[in-house]
T-cell receptor, first 113, second 114 residues
Framework: GENVEQHPSTLSVQEGDSAVIKCTYS??????FPWYKQELGKGPQLIID?????GEKKDQRIAVTLNKTAKHFSLHITETQPEDSAVYFC????????????FGAGTRLFVKA | DAMVIQNPRYQVTQFGKPVTLSCSQT?????MYWYQQKSSQAPKLLFH???????NEADTPDNFQSRRPNTSFCFLDIRSPGLGDAAMYLC?????????????FGDGTRLSIL
């Protein structure tokens, strides 16, 4: 069946460094790729998303890249801050042939001050 | 202001005793979702409503039911909770399912089974 693989499962970086989280999807019909941040005791919150007709999107310190051919997409956080510490989930979604969203297993990011 | 509100935040119930979790939204979104999230895992979709149209995931146990009496409210009923049902339950909404819109999550209800 369709799945989304997310790596790494845990990532520890020094404050100010960059963090990169990578995802690979299997469903070639996926055309929407959101990233969610989940802080302790809260629900996931959308931080950035990208659609299949775009290769890269940036919002301040956060950027996402998409390689449709390789079915890879990545989250890049620059100048990390302690408040970036959270669990990050990627997801791949399609709206053709039946609606479906599949989440990656999550990456726990620690930013050390 | 919270747009997807889940009540209660924490729920304790006894093994086998029915429990209902509630979700309300102020976004006027057509789609409402219920997810189960266990520790250190991704959210797992149980079912979703597109307006009044109920869509059950194939692997969702019959023990889990849902009701959506109107656009704003959606309920998750667990008829006979087992120890394995202890988890965080997340409600989410999206504007529709045709155009791939982001999902807006509530802060969840953490369910404990005694």
């Amino acid at each position: 069946g369709e799945n989304v693989e997310q790596h790494p499962s845990t990532l520890s970086v020094q404050e100010g460094d960059s963090a990169v989280i990578k995802c690979t999807y299997s469903d070639s019909a996926s055309n929407y790729f959101p990233w969610y941040k989940q802080e302790l005791g809260k629900g996931p919150q959308l931080i950035i998303d990208i659609r299949s007709n775009v290769g890269e999107k940036k919002d301040q310190r956060i950027a996402v890249t998409l390689n449709k051919t390789a079915k890879h997409f990545s989250l890049h956080i620059t100048e990390t801050q302690p408040e970036d510490s959270a669990v990050y989930f990627c997801a791949a979604s399609r709206n053709t042939g039946g609606f479906k969203t599949i989440f990656g297993a999550g990456t726990r990011l620690f930013v050390k001050a | 202001d919270a747009m997807v509100i889940q009540n209660p935040r924490y729920q304790v119930t006894q093994f086998g005793k029915p429990v209902t979790l509630s979700c309300s939204q102020t976004l006027n979104h057509n789609v409402m979702y219920w997810y189960q999230q266990k520790s250190s895992q991704a959210p797992k979709l149980l079912f979703h409503y597109y307006d009044k149209d109920f869509n059950n995931e194939a692997d969702t146990p019959d023990n889990f039911q849902s009701r959506r009496p109107n656009t704003s409210f959606c309920f998750l009923d667990i008829r006979s909770p087992g120890l394995g049902d202890a988890a965080m339950y997340l409600c989410a909404t999206s504007r529709d399912e045709d155009s791939n819109q982001p999902q807006h999550f509530g802060d969840g209800t953490r369910l404990s089974i005694l």
